[in-house]
């Protein structure tokens, strides 16, 4: 069904634009219109800053194909969770700092002309954690890319479950696991891209599963945090666990891809993975 609210809004029209940012990785000062430019990579060090959800979608995306699905869905405080501050207040917060009602936007859409579908979280919006919401949107997008025959791609970007909704979150690592499942057996191929961070309840449930797995550079990519990892098992940890790179060279990661070449390279990979699939047909009916 076509949105007629999105649960998201541009964030650039919210406040006046800062006009620097410093590389972490290079400690460059770099020009936010050429940073922007250049899909949020440090052009001098190559270091792959964080991408909203918004701009994610429009890089990856051909031009105006996003239909978004289920923007109303929002968090509610099953447990009248209090930290700092109540639950309902975090997620007020997040919403009007990041423009999204919670950290993760699905929908359909297509990339150069296959319809897919596709799911994208945002890091931004409480440190892109799972609750009932992000859960539900996942397997709301597995059971869309199953009904349709179309291929689902997602994008994470996560600290792991929200411990605000508790058990409730958790159990959204069983509900996603099992909407995969229906998608693998149908034989609908399924992508899945880890941004920096992909750890916790998301890396443990859907984004390890797809039938390809990619990688960012250097992203942080794991379950638990190295100082609990070298915690347990009482040793220090080899150099760079837990990136990409050494995930790809234990067989976790599949590829790793630079994000200026990630939209030819997804294009590639559902082409390979089925070939004879008529999405070519599906994207001209829109
Ligand atoms: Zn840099």
Same mark, same amino acid.
């Given at each position: 069904m076509p949105m007629k609210f999105p649960s998201f809004r541009s964030r650039r029209e919210d406040y006046p634009e800062k006009m620097w940012t410093r590389c972490p990785s290079c400690e460059e000062q770099l020009f936010n219109k050429q940073l922007e430019k250049a899909m949020n990579v440090c052009p001098s060090c190559g270091h792959h800053f964080r991408l909203s959800a918004t701009m994610r979608l429009s890089q990856l995306l051909d031009d105006g194909s996003f239909v978004e699905r289920d923007p109303g869905l929002v968090s509610v405080d099953p447990l009248g969770f209090v930290d700092q501050k109540p639950y309902p207040d975090r997620v007020a917060a997040a919403q009007l700092a990041?423009?999204?009602? *919670?950290a993760a936007v699905w929908g359909t859409g297509r990339i150069e002309g296959m319809r897919i579908a596709i799911l994208v979280m945002d890091f931004g919006f409480m440190g892109g954690s799972m609750g009932a919401v992000v859960g539900e949107k996942v397997a709301r997008a597995a059971e869309g890319a199953l009904e349709e025959g179309i291929p689902l791609v997602i994008v994470s970007a996560s600290?792991?479950?929200?411990?605000?909704?508790?058990t409730l979150a958790l159990m959204q690592l069983v509900k996603t696991m099992a909407a995969l499942e229906r998608l693998r057996a149908a034989r609908v191929p399924y992508v899945s891209v880890m941004s *920096?961070?992909?750890?916790g309840g998301v890396f443990a449930s859907y984004a390890a599963m797809g039938d390809v797995n990619l990688a960012e550079p250097n992203a942080l990519i794991g379950f638990a945090g190295a100082r609990v990892g070298a915690g347990t098992i009482g040793q220090e940890l080899p150099p760079g666990f837990q990136r990409s790179e050494f995930l790809y060279r234990h067989g976790f990661v599949d590829r790793i891809v630079q994000r200026a070449d990630l939209r030819q390279e997804l294009a590639q990979v559902l082409r390979f993975l089925a070939p004879t699939q008529p999405w070519g047909k599906e994207a001209a009916r829109g």
């Amino acid at each position: 069904m076509p949105m007629k609210f999105p649960s998201f809004r541009s964030r650039r029209e919210d406040y006046p634009e800062k006009m620097w940012t410093r590389c972490p990785s290079c400690e460059e000062q770099l020009f936010n219109k050429q940073l922007e430019k250049a899909m949020n990579v440090c052009p001098s060090c190559g270091h792959h800053f964080r991408l909203s959800a918004t701009m994610r979608l429009s890089q990856l995306l051909d031009d105006g194909s996003f239909v978004e699905r289920d923007p109303g869905l929002v968090s509610v405080d099953p447990l009248g969770f209090v930290d700092q501050k109540p639950y309902p207040d975090r997620v007020a917060a997040a919403q009007l700092a990041t423009g999204l009602r *919670d950290a993760a936007v699905w929908g359909t859409g297509r990339i150069e002309g296959m319809r897919i579908a596709i799911l994208v979280m945002d890091f931004g919006f409480m440190g892109g954690s799972m609750g009932a919401v992000v859960g539900e949107k996942v397997a709301r997008a597995a059971e869309g890319a199953l009904e349709e025959g179309i291929p689902l791609v997602i994008v994470s970007a996560s600290g792991g479950a929200r411990m605000q909704e508790g058990t409730l979150a958790l159990m959204q690592l069983v509900k996603t696991m099992a909407a995969l499942e229906r998608l693998r057996a149908a034989r609908v191929p399924y992508v899945s891209v880890m941004s *920096d961070p992909t750890t916790g309840g998301v890396f443990a449930s859907y984004a390890a599963m797809g039938d390809v797995n990619l990688a960012e550079p250097n992203a942080l990519i794991g379950f638990a945090g190295a100082r609990v990892g070298a915690g347990t098992i009482g040793q220090e940890l080899p150099p760079g666990f837990q990136r990409s790179e050494f995930l790809y060279r234990h067989g976790f990661v599949d590829r790793i891809v630079q994000r200026a070449d990630l939209r030819q390279e997804l294009a590639q990979v559902l082409r390979f993975l089925a070939p004879t699939q008529p999405w070519g047909k599906e994207a001209a009916r829109g």
